[in-house]
């Protein structure tokens, strides 16, 4: 019994956001994406964890940081299933899902090896144009770069 | 137009690119004119095009401008492994206004985010050369009196060949019908075909030229190059079967006309240059004049 509440401390966080049914290989790239590596907040998470809807998952545990829409939307493109969930007070005060943005800065690599931004320092901007099959148009070259051939920076 | 970068035919639009015809029209009526006086046109070639560079350099001369530059990068800092960003702040504090070719993808693009003072692309790579579209177009207007409703064919690789792209794309703000002959392994890649199908405009293709010619206005041929194909035999084949004589031109419209980007390898033989509807060379003779129609607009002197 004390062993299974002393868990429970450990995971539940008071106020913060959790970020939840992260593809398991993709938990160190959301840290990424999101800067979380900087943080200087106590952050919790855990890979390759059981999930019944998706077989393995990720979970990241942020205290006292809440994110601006935009700035989670940025970790779409590694993290679609994510929910996310916003936690104050023990209590869940809002639970949501990620959404592809527009315009995606910073986080991918240009297809095109000619392109610009693969041989001078240029950060990539890319126009979002298909939302759902991820086909993203590379601002400088025009090329496009799909999901089957994503590289994350 | 002041200060308005030109790095791909859309960023201008369709008014703005009237406006440039119109223009490019007064300058080849008085082609000499004392209008950027005392402004530095810079022209940055980090790859050579003999070409392109002289068609600019000329445009500015004869609007008295002064030119600085350098014509391939092997001279120049660049190889002393310079960043792009470094050379365009460097420069921009020589000249009014940059033009520039580079051989990386969307180079110009970036170039023009960090310039304090305005690019005119003059080649990114495989991606843009807007102000060969604007020639183009110039010499369609000039030859067929408008831009609206005429039939388009172009001839050779479609695939890999970007004026056509451009010029396609452009075209599609005027009603075009376009005839499109190629070999099955370069016809025009369905991006720019979606251009076409979303304006609701007619686009037939041919591996053939022979009724292509007979419909056309403008027919306008492209060099189909080696590298292009892993096998060298199929290049023979397919270099020779879109090859323009004297012959294929006596089905023509009377008012039809010959274009090509040049240079031209055998596509057009020689034969052809002296008929009425060869006017590939009058064509390069009107990048002049879109040339001083962009340098003029863009410094905001016209
Ligand atoms: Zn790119």
Redo the contacts with the bound molecule.
Sequence with gaps: MEKTRKELKVSAIENGTVIDHIPAKNVFQVIRILNLDECQEQILFGTNLESKKYGTKGIIKVSNRFFESEELNKIALAAPTASIIEIRNFQVIKKMQVEVPGTITKVVK?V?PN????NEQVI?RFRVVDKIDIKLQ?M????MTEKSNMVFL | MKNKNLIAIYDYTREEQTRLLDLAEEFEREPVQNILNGYVVATLFFEPSTRTRLSFESAANRLGARVIGFTDSASSSVKKGESLKDTILTVSNYADIIVMRHPR??SARYASEVSPVPIINAGDGANQHPTQTLLDMYSIRKTQGTLENLQVAFVGDLKYGRTVHSLTMALTNYKTTFHLVSPGELKLPSYVKTHIKEKDLKYHQYTNMDEAIRKADILYMTRIQKERFSDPIEYERVKNAYILNKELLENAKENMKVLHPLPRVNEISEEVDANPMAYYFRQAENGVYIRQALLASILGVK
Aim: with cysteine; proline share 0%; glycine share 8%.
């Design positions: 240009c095109n392109c610009i931004t693969n990539t590379c400088y070259c025009e090329k | 993808d969307g």
